[in-house]
């Protein structure tokens, strides 16, 4: 298959995180999603989510959603906004999962989310069995984490790709500290770049 191309894009960043983050699109656009304002779960910035589901489109519809490293769970909550069927939460924070717990609550979608509150490394170690259907797979974990447990991420980025069925995307985020080329299949990812973030997106195809 040919590769994706790779693509940039750039602005303005602050290094100050926001207090109050907010559904972007779809079914709860501008909704508040409440964050309790600890910085070390590092939340996408709004521009970088919003260029994240710009590139995924309508391909969110239907999608069983696994947030690995799910910190304040926008990611997913934003995906079930845009039509997403399900999503999957791994958060190893009592206080993150219990706040994602809340917002769900708040936006009337507890039914569709599921959230365990595990460490993501031991969590699939276990070898978790999840539904055969085609999945939106976000990857957001601390940034050092690329640096730090570099194998450890690569094998789990491998495993969510080769038990993916057809049609699911895997989407990643680093920052430029990362090299995306040891990717596997490096030449698959569609790379774009929003300083400081690093994003790559995979599409599982036949």
Not at 48 to 64: C, D, I, Y
Not at 93 to 99: E, Y
Not at 183 to 201: N, T
Request: charged share 25%.
């Amino acid at each position: 298959m040919a590769s994706r191309r790779r693509g940039s894009s750039s602005g303005g960043t602050s290094s100050r995180q926001p207090a109050n983050l907010r559904i972007i699109g779809g079914e709860f656009r501008g909704r508040p999603i409440r964050y309790h304002g600890d910085q070390a779960t590092r939340p996408m910035k709004e521009r970088v989510r919003e260029a994240v589901f710009n590139l995924v489109g309508p391909a969110v519809k239907g999608k069983f959603v696994i947030d690995l490293f799910s910190g304040t769970g926008a990611m997913a909550l934003e995906a079930i906004s845009r039509g997403a069927e399900r999503a999957f939460l791994i958060e190893r924070s009592f206080p993150c999962a219990r706040v994602i717990r809340q917002n769900a609550e708040l936006l009337g979608v507890s039914e569709r989310i599921a959230i365990e509150t595990s460490d993501t490394f031991v969590w699939s170690r276990r070898e978790p069995v999840l539904p055969d259907v085609p999945r939106l797979v976000f990857f957001c974990p601390p940034y050092d984490y690329y640096l730090t447990r570099t194998a450890e991420l690569s094998d789990l980025i491998r495993e969510m790709i080769e038990t993916a069925m057809v049609g699911s995307l895997i989407v990643v985020e680093c920052d430029g500290r990362f090299d995306t080329d040891t990717l596997p299949d490096a030449d698959r990812w569609d790379v774009r770049h929003y300083p400081p973030a690093v994003v790559g997106i995979y599409d599982v195809e036949a």
